[in-house]
Each structure stands twice: as C-alpha cells, then as structure tokens.
C-alpha cells in the first residue's frame, strides 16, 4: 500500500534534548555507606515500558542538634521528595536510619540523561511523580541552567561537538607532551 496523507513535523525536530524521562518501578531499597552524605540509599529500578534495569543513588544530610539527634532534612531534599514520588510517609529514626520498606513496588519517575562522564547515560538523582514529568523537566531544565549535572551534554549537542569535547579531555589528560609511554 503506498502512503497516503500529510505528516506534521514534529516541533525541536532539530533539537537534541539529551535526556529522556522514564516511568520506574522500585524493586529494592536498601542503605549503603557513604563517606559524603549522613544517608545514602540504593535503588535498583526497573524500566516500566522496556525491562531495562537501573540503579539510582539518592543521597541525604541531616541537620542534627547537639546531641546528634537528627532534627530534619537537609537541602536538597531528595529522600523527601522520593516519599513524595511515592506517596508514602518517609520514617527516620534519631540516630537517621530511614525504613525503606514503604517503597517497594512503587513507580518513579526518573530522568536518563546523556553524559561525557564514565558512562554515557546517567540518571539523575532527583526524581518525580510518573504522574507529573512536566515538574521533573523542568527542575533538570533549571538544575541544567545552573550548571548541574556537569557531566550532562548539553541540549544541542552534535555528536561531532560530542567527539570534540572528548578529543579535548584526552589532550587535556595526556598533555603535549609525546614521550614514546603508553599512559
């Protein structure tokens, strides 16, 4: 059958956004160390429209008061705004163990963007209601703005300008400086 018909173009055809937001289910939770943030929680996700699986990070600091009670969160809150994602309560003890049963099997949604880091797509650490991605862009949107994730490639990014920016890290790494040296 031959095509019949008009198609609209679509609008930013010509615009590389570099990151796409995708619907998770939380599979496990579960603390980890870290020598950076007071709490530090592990989820492994799994991708509701293609299977994919994917492990987040989401950091937290606590404010404490003099006896190291923990008093509330500290900004950013992105523990809190997992619970909220979740629509469940979020229970830290007052030594700041968090109780991580209530989330899972609950859906998230998350944003993969395109990195010039170690891997080439990270996730970002802050997260969203899967009913309300408008919120979640366009706090990556002002994240992005303020020059946050910095190893995010930018919106109109060309895989030429990709190249570029990697031949540049490699001469930055390396140097001028040729010694017949394999590293």
Known sequence: MAITGTRKPRENSGVMKNYFVNNCTIDSAESADSPYHDCSVRIKLTDTNNGYNYNLFVNQNFIKNDAGVVTELAYPDNLNLLYLATNTDINVTDA???DLTPLIGKEIAVINYMS?????????????????????IAAFEKSVSAGYP??????????????????????????????????
């Open 150 to 183: 910095k190893d995010f490639i930018g919106y109109t990014s060309t895989v030429e300008e990709v190249d570029d920016l990697k031949a540049e890290m490699l001469k930055a790494v390396k140097g001028d400086k040729v010694d017949g040296l394999p590293f």
């Open 116 to 136: 010039n880091g170690k891997y080439k797509k990270q996730i970002w650490q802050r997260v969203g209601s899967t009913d309300d991605h408008d919120s979640l």
């Open 96 to 98: 700041g163990e968090v």
